[in-house]
T-cell receptor, first 115, second 120 residues
Framework: DGGITQSPKYLFRKEGQNVTLSCEQN?????MYWYRQDPGQGLRLIYYSQIVNDFQKGDIAEGYSVSREKKESFPLTVTSAQKNPTAFYLC??????????????FGQGTRLTVV | AQTVTQSQPEMSVQEAETVTLSCTYDTSESDYYLFWYKQPPSRQMILVIR??????QNATENRFSVNFQKAAKSFSLKISDSQLGDAAMYFCAYRRARSDSGAGSYQLTFGKGTKLSVIP
């Protein structure tokens, strides 16, 4: 089945460590996105990418990095510079609009906890 | 910058009754799209309904319908015949009609969500 796979579902990180969240899609979508979800805050955009080897910062990019070496993959690294990384992270993808508006498709998320 | 406001952090409804969730937004664009997403306890984001701003007719999807008031920048979601499975967080989201970068990415701006409880 086509979809977006995020792994792992739960992730624990020690303070000062970098950690990478995986996001893979087999929907042949051009664009991919990372959102962060905190209680009472909705979803906020971290990074997005519209084509391979290109990506742009979203609203809260500080302390995060991404890469887009393959169309299918858009991993997110939470670096030690991110002061409050405990949150729920959602990856999404979307195709180009072709005559009708399309929605974003979401993965099932990764819950990151700093211990 | 666009903003989306959901003024009701929590709502409750009796099973089989109707409930309306509110959403307002601010934008200087004339062409855009609006969405309602549902996030059940599994935390999977599921599209409920979408509305294209250039269409005057309100979108409907089975028991879900919207009241889109473009001049007032209001986009409320009505759930009829509420079911236990409707219990979830509901997010209103805005998207520009054209890609921000011109190359095909369409960032969503989300409200903070409304937690809907359904009472048996």
């Amino acid at each position: 089945d086509g979809g977006i796979t995020q792994s792992p579902k739960y992730l624990f990180r020690k303070e000062g460590q970098n950690v990478t969240l995986s996001c893979e899609q087999n929907l042949n979508h051009d664009a991919m996105y990372w959102y962060r979800q905190d209680p009472g805050q909705g979803l906020r955009l971290i990074y997005y990418s519209q084509i391979v080897n290109d990506f742009q910062k979203g609203d809260i990019a500080e302390g995060y990095s991404v890469s887009r070496e393959k169309k299918e993959s858009f991993p997110l690294t939470v670096t030690s510079a991110q002061k409050n990384p405990t949150a729920f992270y959602l990856c999404a993808s979307s195709p180009r609009d072709r005559g009708r508006v399309t929605e974003a498709f979401f993965g099932q998320g990764t819950r990151l906890t700093v211990v | 910058a666009q903003t989306v406001t959901q003024s009701q952090p929590e709502m409750s409804v009796q099973e089989a009754e109707t409930v309306t969730l509110s959403c307002t937004y601010d934008t200087s664009e004339s062409d855009y799209y609006l969405f309602w997403y549902k996030q059940p306890p599994s935390r999977q984001m599921i599209l409920v309904i979408r509305q294209e701003a250039y269409k005057q007719q309100n979108a409907t999807e089975n028991r879900f319908s919207v009241n889109f008031q473009k001049a007032a920048k209001s986009f409320s979601l009505k759930i009829s015949d509420s079911q236990l499975g409707d219990a979830a967080m509901y997010f209103c989201a805005y998207r520009r009609a054209r890609s921000d970068s011109g190359a095909g990415s369409y960032q969503l701006t989300f409200g903070k969500g409304t937690k809907l409880s359904v009472i048996p």
